[in-house]
């Protein structure tokens, strides 16, 4: 069964400050993978995902995130972090074939950024 | 972003009656989703549908029902509500695998219900 660990709870960066978001997946076959942010009371965005090729995927608001078959992680970045980034973060690893669509998703990780 | 609602977005209930949430979309997806969020958890699958009238069972799918007559609405039923079930449900949405040129698709969210059984 596929599964996925978010090992940090809650992360406190300053603004201007560079983020990591970490994400170990366990998958059988390539895995398709998702980062999406919850803002207070809101539904899921979409901030990136990765389904094959380029191992470092571009997202919105200035996040990237790295695709590392050999640590099955898949964490997430960005250089400088604005306050508006504060929000919750899931990532998320896709099933295919008979479960296609189905995702299995982390914890969660809140990020509170400090002015 | 897909065109996806949820009613009611709000709804307290007393334990042992019947509650249904409504998921509606404009976008002819083909595959529709019902999650629930709960503090620690992330979002948990309870059960999906890859079609009208088909439907299967996710990972938390105990005391929840769900149906899908037509494409754009897919409802999940709690027959007798529990207290354990108090939570913010999400239902979500993706096309078919080849739509848009792509292999794989990303599932598009709705705003929630948060659902309090008393």
């Known amino acids: 069964a596929q599964s996925v660990t978010q090992p940090d709870i809650h992360i406190t960066v300053s603004e201007g400050a560079s983020l990591e978001l970490r994400c170990n997946y366990s998958y059988g076959a390539t895995p398709y993978l998702f980062w999406y942010v919850q803002s207070p009371g809101q539904g899921l965005q979409l901030l990136l995902k990765y389904f094959s090729g380029d191992t470092l995927v571009q997202g919105i608001k200035g996040f990237e995130a790295e695709f590392k078959r050999s640590q099955s992680s898949f964490n997430l970045r960005k250089p400088s972090v604005h306050w508006s980034d504060a929000a919750e973060y899931f990532c998320?690893?896709?099933?295919?074939?008979?479960?296609?669509?189905?995702?299995?998703f982390g914890q969660g990780t809140i990020l509170t950024v400090h002015p | 972003d897909a065109g996806i609602t949820q009613s009611p977005r709000h709804k307290v209930t007393e334990t042992g009656t019947p509650v249904t949430l409504r998921c509606h979309q404009t976008e002819n997806h083909r595959y529709m989703y019902w999650y629930r969020q709960d503090p620690g958890h992330g979002l948990r699958l309870i059960h999906y549908s890859y079609g009208v009238k088909d439907t299967d069972k996710g990972e938390v799918s105990d005391g929840y029902s769900v149906s899908r007559s037509k494409t754009e609405d897919f409802l999940l039923t709690l027959e007798s509500a529990t207290s354990s079930q108090t939570s913010v449900y999400f239902c979500a949405t993706t096309p078919k695998p080849g739509t848009s040129g792509s292999s794989y698709n990303e599932q598009f969210f709705g705003p929630g219900t948060r659902l309090t059984v008393l």
């Open positions: 998320a690893v896709g099933a295919g074939g008979t479960s296609y669509g189905k995702l299995t």
